[in-house]
């Protein structure tokens, strides 16, 4: 299915109004989905669990954003986020960690403990949390930011996003997380209904602070399009899929 065939400039519900929670919204990936949203007229909740870094950011898109305290990792600070949010229309769940690139022999459970913390259980939490709050919008939408590196498809056979030989058996704490967080993402939208629409993507290598001196990728802008996309998907769009950030569906 080709996902531009059936995104906006045409039919998003969110025409120059609704609001949205991005999760980690203080740099990278998530700090370029606020601006875009913001931009296209939408109220953005940016949420950073470092108020300094999360207010710099809201400062630097303007009016129409506002500072979420929001770790992630907590369930009490992802509840009274949502309590104060209220209600609200898109979540995007792009908060994530890299722990790492190291395979099966040199990995740690420690390594595993962090990627899971925060890629897969934070996911849920921050769902959950912000479920009611969703439930009161009439176009509710989740994005989940993953990973082509999650896709066991593209683990074993060619990643049209990067040369997969590379990494191959690496990174097996994050990948598996993400993986995870693809399966969270294909239940949740079965769980949750047609009213919904939850999806995942796949943004690409990019150069953001995931990977501390990471200097190869491209710009999380692009990556931030789109999720922007799937974030105003059409109440005719699809759910339960993992996206490219170029509109292409990727294989679990
Ligand atoms: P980034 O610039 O490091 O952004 C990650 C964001 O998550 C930061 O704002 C970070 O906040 C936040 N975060 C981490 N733990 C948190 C917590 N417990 N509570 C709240 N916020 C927390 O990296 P990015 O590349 O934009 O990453 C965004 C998403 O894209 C991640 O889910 C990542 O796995 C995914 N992704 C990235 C790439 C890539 O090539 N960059 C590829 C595939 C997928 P702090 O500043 O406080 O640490």
């Not at 690139?101 to 996911?123: K, P």
Request: one cysteine or more; glycine letters at 10%.
């Amino acid at each position: 299915m080709d996902l531009t065939a059936c995104l906006p400039d045409g039919p998003s519900p969110f025409a120059q109004s609704g609001s949205a929670v991005v999760t980690g919204a203080n740099s990278g990936i998530g700090f370029q989905v606020a601006r875009q949203l913001a931009d296209r007229g939408m109220i953005v909740w940016m949420g950073a669990r470092d108020a300094e870094k999360g207010k710099a950011a809201v400062a630097a898109v303007g009016e129409r954003a506002r500072y979420l305290h929001l770790d992630v990792t907590d369930a009490a600070s992802a509840a009274a986020a949502a309590h104060d949010v209220g209600e609200v229309d898109i979540l995007i769940n792009n908060a994530g960690v890299n722990p790492g690139s190291e395979d099966i022999e040199a990995t740690d459970l420690a390594q595993l403990r962090v990627a899971y913390e925060t890629n897969v259980f934070s996911v849920v939490t921050v769902t959950q949390a912000f479920l009611p709050a969703l439930r009161r919008s009439r176009h509710p939408r989740i994005v989940n930011i993953t990973s082509g590196t999650g896709s066991l498809t593209w683990s074993s056979g060619p990643n049209p996003q990067f040369d997969s030989e590379r990494v191959r058996g690496g990174g097996l704490a994050y990948r598996s997380s993400k993986t995870a967080a693809n399966a969270i993402t294909l239940l949740s939208a079965q769980a949750l209904g047609d009213r919904f629409k939850v999806n995942a993507l796949a943004p690409g290598l990019r150069v953001t602070n995931l990977v501390p001196g990471m200097t190869s990728g491209g710009d999380p802008a692009e990556a931030a399009a789109g999720a922007v996309r799937l974030a105003l998907l059409p109440d005719d769009g699809p759910t339960g899929a993992l996206w490219s950030f170029d509109g292409t569906e990727v294989p679990w």
